[in-house]
Structures are given as structure tokens and as C-alpha cells.
């Protein structure tokens, strides 16, 4: 079987990435572990007849290849599956390209605005590799893609990802503070720290993806982020100056080791595609409409 996209996984972001492909008539498969919820989810699947969706038992017993894999695991518990492991390092699946949907996490420790160098990596040997220093889980996975677009002769692409925000999106201090206004629970700050972020809109996210999906780039780490921090105060400042609805705010104590600043330079990506993502309080309002 042959397409133009497969997808390892999906998850709230990857299924607004599919919605703009789909747009595009692009032939896409979806893999994972419970393919059904996918069509449910998706704004225009019903009217596209390109989309696939398996599960990895029933992938694995068929040839697959694709232009561009996109990678939208969260974790290393693929890679521990003996079944699935042996397919995708197995000539029955070929591609082209893989893009890896990572995070702000594979930077350590914190500073004031991380580029790409800060975690970079080369890889000869990935067992003497992995025993020089402690990976985190991000960082691993990373190191696990680098050695199997190796192995796959693939360009890789890490499009490390800073904290998005959008319709229908759950997770990080915008959507959550957006949940709890629009069910009448306060938002939550923390009283001993005032964490600062670069919040990206989840139009832009997939927007950046896809161009860069377009583009002839060999192996590279980008960076997607707007490059402005803003602390959860100032997130909160904007809320009350936009939104359509009254809410109070609550204090609580900050997780163990949460940072105090994670910002991404983004002027990598400026080169490489037209980028002018929006900023908080012009999408705000859009986020309280049906």
C-alpha cells in the first residue's frame, strides 16, 4: 500500500494536522492503537475518501510506504513492542521522510530562550550513544528516531513544539484556564511561581508543519514557536480583557521541578517559511464561539 502520509499515532493536535491535509486531497494512513475514534473526531473525514485508519496488528501484516511519516508518539512504549519494532525497521515499511511531532521538554536545563543547538545529536553507534549521559523520555525518543531514519535512509525532521493552544485542545495553561472559565471553576495560578511560556495557536502549528512538510529540507531540528514568553499572569491579564465571560482565579503550590521559563527561538524557522503566528489576545475570542 502506498501514500502520500502515514501517521504513527495520533492524538488532539495531530487530528487538526490531518483535518488541513485532508483538505488537501492528500492519501493518508493513520496507525495506532485504537484507529476507530480517529474518523469520529475528524471535521472532514466523512467527505474524503483518502483516509486510512489501521491498527498496528493488522498494519504490520501488510507493505507500507509513504513520502513522509509523521511520528506523533509521546513516548518510548512503541519501540519496546518486539511485533511492531521488527516491521518498521523491516523493508515492509518504507518512507521517504520522517517528521517527528516533538516538544519544548528535550531542552535542559532551563534558559532564557533555547535554539535547536542546545539538544542536538549525532549518532554512530546508538548503544555506546545512549550510555554517555541520562536522556530524558523526549530526549530518547529522539535518539530512537535519529537511529531508525538511519536505518530507513529517511531524512529526519525534529519539529520541536512549544505550548499550544486551541478549540477542542485540553492539555497546558491556556486550554485548561479556557476549560475552567467556560465550566465555571477558577483559573489556577501558583503562588510561589510565575511560570513563562511561548503559546502557539494551533492554525499556526499545522500551518508551519505542512509548509515544511513541502519543502526540500534534509535532516534538521526546527523549532515552532512564536519566540515571545509570557507569564501565566500576563496569559491571565489577556483572558480578563477578552473573554466574554467573568471568572476568579485561584492560588496553588507549583509542581515539583516545573520550569521556571521555557521559550523556543524560532528564527531558524523564519528562514524558512513566511511565519507571522498570531498572538494571544487575537485569538482569544475565537476560543469561547461554538
Request: glycine letters at 2%; proline letters at 3%.
Amino acid at each position: 500500500m502506498n501514500f502520500d502520509l502515514v501517521f504513527f499515532g495520533f492524538g488532539a493536535i495531530t487530528k487538526n494536522l490531518i483535518d488541513r491535509y485532508i483538505l488537501n486531497q492528500e492519501n493518508i494512513c493513520v496507525i495506532s492503537n485504537n484507529p476507530n475514534s480517529l474518523k469520529t473526531n475528524l471535521k472532514y473525514s466523512k467527505t474524503n475518501q483518502n483516509l486510512i485508519t489501521l491498527d498496528w496488528k493488522t498494519a504490520i501484516k501488510f507493505e507500507i510506504s509513504s513520502n513522509t511519516t509523521f511520528v506523533a508518539w509521546t513516548d518510548l512504549k512503541y519501540f519496546s513492542n518486539l511485533d511492531t519494532l521488527t516491521w518498521i525497521n523491516s523493508n515492509k515499511y518504507k518512507t521517504k521522510k520522517i517528521i517527528h511531532l516533538s516538544s519544548a521538554s528535550v531542552y535542559e536545563p532551563p534558559k532564557e530562550k533555547f535554539k535547536e543547538i542546545d539538544f542536538h545529536i549525532k549518532i554512530d553507534n546508538l548503544v555506546e550513544f545512549e550510555k554517555q549521559r541520562n536522556f530524558n523520555s523526549k530526549q530518547l525518543l529522539e535518539v530512537k528516531l535519529h537511529w531508525l531514519s538511519k536505518i530507513k535512509q529517511a531524512d529526519l525532521l525534529n519539529l520541536r513544539i512549544s505550548n499550544v493552544y486551541g478549540k477542542h485542545l485540553s492539555k497546558g495553561f491556556i486550554n485548561e484556564s479556557i476549560s475552567n472559565i467556560l465550566s465555571n471553576r477558577p483559573v489556577q495560578l501558583y503562588s510561589d511561581i510565575n511560570p513563562i511560556r511561548d503559546y502557539l495557536f494551533v492554525d499556526d502549528l499545522t500551518f508551519a508543519i505542512v509548509q515544511l512538510s513541502r519543502l526540500n529540507l534534509n535532516s534538521s531540528d526546527i523549532n515552532i514557536s512564536t519566540g515571545i514568553g509570557l507569564s501565566s499572569t500576563e496569559v491571565v491579564e489577556a483572558l480578563y480583557s477578552k473573554s466574554i465571560i467573568d471568572f476568579q482565579t485561584i492560588e496553588t503550590k507549583s509542581p515539583k521541578n516545573l520550569k521556571q521559563i521555557s521559550v523556543l527561538d524560532c528564527s531558524k524557522l523564519e528562514k524558512l517559511i513566511h511565519w507571522n503566528p498570531k498572538q494571544i489576545e487575537f485569538v482569544i475570542p475565537l476560543l469561547f464561539t461554538s
